[in-house]
Each structure stands twice: as C-alpha cells, then as structure tokens.
C-alpha cells in the first residue's frame, strides 16, 4: 500500500485483511539511495501511557526486541542486498526516551517529524543523527497516526519515511483486529517492527533503493508472513537470491 508523499512514495504495513498476494513475480531492484549499512536504531516512546502498566512492562520488552533484532540473523538475511558502496551488517539500539509530553489525539506525519527534530535539538539523552541514524517513534494506546489522508487502524498499521535525511518509523498502539491480525499485542508490534526495520535498511528514502514498481519494498511482498526468531515473532522479507519470503 502506497501513500502520496512529494518527495516519492511511503510503504506502509497494512491491515491485515488487506494483505495480498505479490501483483506479479517480485524483484526488488536497487535505484542508488542510499542504505543504512549498520543502523542505529533509537527509540521515542512518546506519552505518558508508556510510564504506566501494561505499556511500561511491553517498552522494556521492546527495548530487548530491538537489542536482539538488530544483530540476528533476520539483519545477517539482508546482506544479499549489499551494494559496493554500502555492505548491510549489525547495527545497535543506540538508546531509548520515554517522554510524559502529551502526544496529539491525531498525530500527522509533520508532527511526527517535528516531535524527532526538537528532540534531536533540545534532549542530550536524544542520540545525534548518523547516515545510519533511524528513530522509532511508538505512539500511546488512543493516537491516530495519520498519513497522506489515511489513518492508522483504518488504512494501516506502521510506516517508515524520509525528510531531508532523518530517517524514521512510526509505529501506532495496535488496537484493532486489522493490525493485531490474531497476534497479542507484543508480538504484532514486533513483527510491525522488523518489517519497518527491513525497509527502512534496505530503501530509506522509499522508492530509491531497494524497490519493485509493482510489489513495493522488502517486506510489503511478504506482509503478515511471521516466523518466530529468538523467541520473537518477526515478519519474513522477501530474498532475491532465493525468489522467496525468508
């Protein structure tokens, strides 16, 4: 599913009862974008809901997710989209901020990227942006994230976008059928996550890396196909080499 963004187009995991079958064979091919060869993953947890249970409990268990994720097997995966001048490996959780600012009943992506930069230039406990610099921002149980005239839970469940070279994922509470898809809630989110994670490394600004006209990003081919990995639940991203979701 496409959003409409000036700058190019924005994948964004949809609901789950809109998932379909790849349009035709896919076969993502590289534009010349640039890559996060070894992300630095940072997350904003913004709300006071995230200070309270059960949210408080599930941000430290994502903490660990992301602790896990980002030096498995699920990055080791990606390196066969690997360009001379960007190799994809290990990244890190380069840190994490629950923030008690009240986010907005409706969230736009402008408010969202608004919220990262005056973090960026007014927290010290923010991490500077790198080229491999990507922030999450996780959203609190009653927040719409809106998007290109669609809305969270109504169109879909997470996305990933580019402004100016600050990179980003915006992840909803899931409180719908649609985004839980029969999952609990920490296990949608996980595998919402890796699905971002995936295409955020692979193509950051959308549309110009790793991209197929047709079927979209790494792991838009492969929406709500799960596996478990280390005890998670992530989502499987679609392999060239092997013309299938690993």
């Not at 008690?100 to 990262?116: N, V």
């Not at 792991?219 to 679609?238: H, K, N, P």
Request: proline fraction near 8%; charge should be negative.
């Amino acid at each position: 599913m496409t959003m409409d963004n000036p700058a190019g187009p924005i994948r964004v995991v949809p609901l789950r009862l809109e998932a379909a079958a790849p349009v035709a064979t896919p076969r993502l091919t590289y534009r010349g974008g640039p890559l996060l060869g070894s992300v630095q993953a940072f997350l904003f947890f913004w709300g006071e809901a995230w200070q309270l249970e059960p949210q408080a409990s599930l941000m430290l268990r994502l903490n660990d997710f992301f602790d896990y994720v980002v030096t498995s097997p699920l990055l080791d995966q990606l390196a066969e989209y690997d360009v001379q001048e960007r190799r994809i490996g290990h990244g890190a959780r380069s840190g994490a901020i629950a923030l008690t600012t009240p986010a907005p009943t409706t969230a736009s992506d402008e408010d969202i990227r608004r919220f990262i930069r005056d973090q960026i230039a007014s927290n010290p406990a923010v991490a500077q942006p790198t080229p491999d610099s990507l922030y999450f921002v996780f959203l609190p149980p009653g927040v719409t994230a809106e998007l290109g005239g669609a809305s969270s839970c109504v169109n879909f469940c997470g996305y990933h976008n580019d402004h100016g070279g600050l990179y980003y994922a915006v992840m909803p509470y899931p409180e719908c059928d649609g985004c839980t898809g029969g999952l609990g809630v920490f296990q949608s989110m996980t595998s919402t996550v890796s699905h971002e994670l995936c295409e955020a490394i692979t193509d950051p600004v959308p549309g110009e890396g790793w991209y197929d006209d047709r079927n979209g990003e790494i792991a838009d081919i492969c929406a709500w196909q799960t596996r478990e990995l280390g005890g998670y639940t992530v989502q499987l991203e679609w392999s060239n080499a092997k013309g299938m979701c690993l």
